[in-house]
């Protein structure tokens, strides 16, 4: 994506000295998301980016030919991420003023020798398990002192580097569970919170020495499929289909009222299904879309807003979701693709809502699109990038045709795109040799398009295990978490959760989705599913049926799952909210609570799958069903999007308010209408039609409102001499 540097004089720049600043501290988020920042130089970066090459090829050959026990593939994906981490991150990043004479020892701000020294450290400890593997095995549950000090010295490493990498806050979180295990029969506890404390050996035993802790099942799907993924995402971005992706959005919705925004959206969705991280689904299209949305009329807040709405759910977006949808596969014990059939309906249900609400606020505010003449044409951008198609293509028919593991999936799409990124630029040069005439090719002329082809290759590698560093380090620490719960802490949080909620499953499901949102801040989307799945999905299955109130275990997790993505945004935390405000030269606080309130139409719909599974096709089997169940769904989240902001076809008397509530209700739960007024279960989607019906009546009654208080339509912004630049 090419960007052009105007002068901040220049009042119709589209890039302000401002807005490049923005733009790199977005980035520096991004960045800082995953954990490693690039702050590297000299001998340290070259021997960074042999290591994250080399932890590539090895993801790669367990994924194709290389046979390993899945405990060494945990401890070696480990080890690589602990290395990688403690040699780009430093201790502490300021510089040490004082004791000029200990400067050396005191220069926690970069890399040193101490870094050095923890990472070998990080990846001797990570590997015990491996390089003792037997001894281990035939002495569980009775450790010696060596056992001993490595496992301790696991756990403070990998705490350290998780703190480098995603900050404090799941660190403090493992270390109070920690703390926890062992004091929980002192005195001082509350009588409700009082168990058998843990001795040593059983927690060095269980967190370090078995695949109940830090070696468990998020670490396992961190190592044989989310890094696949990931790499996966790294490679398409390196290879431009970001940048293609945008532009086909605004090829299609740019010139409808608000283009820009429905293009932002279906954009970011696009972005969202190939990079799992709503920070990096922001710099690669909000750059993009943010100053396009301001340039036909969108205030700079709600221009931010949208993009952090829709990168956000870019997570729930089928077929390849946030890395925690792979880990809902293990827990569930379910194939992906069964996770990716419950989540569709949801996640298209939420970004049609989404398109709605920028159609809305396009309504208030009197905006019209781009001129379709200032875009760029359909089919030659559908041609420039066709071949991005091809990888997706293989990793859909892998995954929904043959029913191939999701590993081997991303394996054979990263083939695909592998060649891709080889050939594309030599085919581009010879494309264009033809169109200016030119009868012979010389291979010379091939040798620096194919090199520049390797040069991506190489470098998308490296991005990519570089980008995996942080969910490496979230898997692992939040196993901790996992493995105390494990401990006997599970069933206590159960009682503690019935006694809170009283046995009612609404208020259960509100303290889970509160806690999640909580816990969240501080936390990526990953560690928050973990922490919140072990701690709440098993309470609130098993609650549920004490009170004889069935609760899917896939509604459960995904529950959880969402909560912890709407994390990503919620205020004053949310660090998706910082990304789009820098972009969009807003204020970041504004900017989060806008992207919130836009966000609330994704927070019901976990509310509502848990009461009708039937949203996340459970016990569906019907094409026609589950197409009339997402329709209707639409129309309920369309009504709510309108209650909440306050628009319909004009702005809503206050009286409209709960009709449309009531509409939305009637769309997402025909079961409990229908029981209601009496008819059989076989017939509860005749309800739908009381609730077209309510929605029908409050479209008629607005409409006079709407002819009289029309607001006067902006004149169509002209991109022209801009737009070419945009979208390059």
């Not at 010295?153 to 350290?160: D, G, S």
């Not at 509160?514 to 309470?539: D, K, Q, R």
């Amino acid at each position: 994506m090419e960007k052009v540097k105007k002068s901040s004089k220049d009042p119709k720049a589209p890039y302000e000295d401002n807005n490049i600043k923005g733009v790199e501290y977005a980035k520096e988020l991004a960045e800082a998301e995953h954990g490693l920042q690039g702050e590297a130089t000299g001998i340290t970066a070259s021997l960074t980016m042999v290591v994250a090459i080399t932890w590539s090829l090895f993801q790669l050959s367990i994924a194709s030919w290389l046979l390993l026990d899945t405990v060494f593939i945990r401890a070696i994906h480990l080890a690589f991420g602990m290395v990688l981490i403690f040699l780009n991150i430093p201790m502490f990043k300021f510089t040490p003023t004082w004791r000029p004479d200990l400067r050396f020892f005191l220069a926690m701000h970069r890399v040193t020798i101490l870094d050095y020294i923890l990472g070998i450290l990080g990846a001797l400890t990570s590997l015990y398990i491996f390089l003792d593997y037997y001894g281990i095995s035939m002495r569980y549950g009775n450790p010696t002192t060596r056992d001993l000090v490595m496992g301790l010295m696991l756990v403070l490493l990998l705490l350290e580097a998780t703190r480098r990498v995603i900050g404090p806050a799941l660190p403090l979180i493992a270390l109070m569970f920690v703390v926890y295990s062992f004091c929980s029969e002192m005195d001082f506890m509350p009588d409700v919170l009082m168990q058998k404390a843990v001795s040593l050996n059983r927690f060095v035993g269980q967190i370090t020495m078995s695949t109940e802790g830090i070696y468990g099942i998020p670490l396992d799907v961190s190592a044989t499929i989310v890094f696949l993924f990931v790499l996966f995402g790294t490679m398409l971005e390196k290879a431009g289909a970001g940048n293609f992706f945008i532009r086909i959005a605004l090829c299609l919705l740019g010139s409808f009222k608000g283009g820009p925004a429905k293009a932002a959206i279906l954009g970011s969705g696009l972005t969202g299904m190939v990079s799992g991280s709503s920070i990096a689904n922001i710099v690669t299209t909000g750059t993009f879309t943010i100053p396009l949305m301001k340039k036909v009329g969108y205030p700079a807040t709600k221009a931010g807003a949208i993009e952090v709405a829709a990168s956000t759910d870019g997570q729930l977006a089928p077929p390849i979701m946030g890395a925690a949808a792979f880990i809902i596969a293990e827990y569930v014990n379910v194939p992906y693709i069964e996770v990716v059939k419950a989540a569709a309906i949801p996640a298209f249900v939420s970004y049609a809502a989404l398109i709605y609400i920028s159609h809305i606020e396009a309504c208030k505010l009197g905006l019209e699109g781009i001129p379709r003449k200032e875009l760029p044409k359909f089919f030659p951008t559908l041609l420039s990038g066709l071949h991005f198609l091809l990888p997706l293509a293989m990793l859909l028919w892998e995954l929904i045709v043959t029913r191939h593991s999701p590993e081997l999936a991303a394996f054979r799409a990263i083939m695909v795109l592998s060649v891709i990124m080889l050939v594309q630029h030599p085919i581009l040069t010879i494309s264009k040799c033809i169109r200016q005439g030119e009868s012979g090719i010389a291979l010379k002329a091939l040798k620096e398009p194919f090199v520049l082809g390797c040069k991506e290759l190489i470098v998308s590698l490296a991005d990519g295990a570089r980008n995996m560093a942080g969910v490496a380090m979230a898997t692992a620490a939040a196993g901790i978490i996992v493995g105390i719960v494990a401990l006997g802490l599970g069933g206590l949080i159960t009682q503690v959760i019935d006694v809170l909620s009283g046995g009612n499953i609404f208020l259960m499901l509100v303290i889970t989705a509160f806690a999640s949102l909580l816990i969240g801040m501080g936390l990526p989307t990953t560690a928050t599913y973990i922490v919140m799945a072990s701690l709440t999905a098993p309470a609130i299955v098993h609650i549920g049926g004490l009170h004889n109130f069935i609760v899917p275990l896939m509604s459960a997790h995904l529950f959880c799952f969402y909560f912890g993505i709407l994390a990503d945004d919620t205020p004053p935390v949310g660090l998706a909210a910082y990304a789009a405000a820098a972009i969009a030269e807003a204020d970041p606080i504004k900017t989060g609570l806008q992207g919130f309130m836009y966000d609330i139409r994704t927070a019901i719909l976990p509310f509502m799958f848990v009461f009708n599974t039937e949203l996340i096709l459970f016990g569906v089997t019907s094409w026609t069903q589950g197409l009339l169940i997402f329709a209707m769904a639409c129309v309920g989240n369309f009504a709510f999007a309108s209650a909440t902001q306050g628009w319909f076809i004009t702005r809503n008397k206050f009286w409209e308010i709960p009709l449309l509530l009531c509409v939305t209700y009637i769309m997402m739960q025909p079961q409990y209408v229908a029981e209601y007024i009496g008819l059989p279960h076989d017939l509860r989607y005749l309800s739908y039609l009381i609730g077209l019906a309510l929605w029908g009546l409050i479209w008629l009654g607005q409409r006079p409102r709407a002819a009289k208080d029309k607001l006067v339509s902006r004149p169509r912004p002209s991109l022209q001499g801009q737009g070419d630049t945009l979208w390059q």
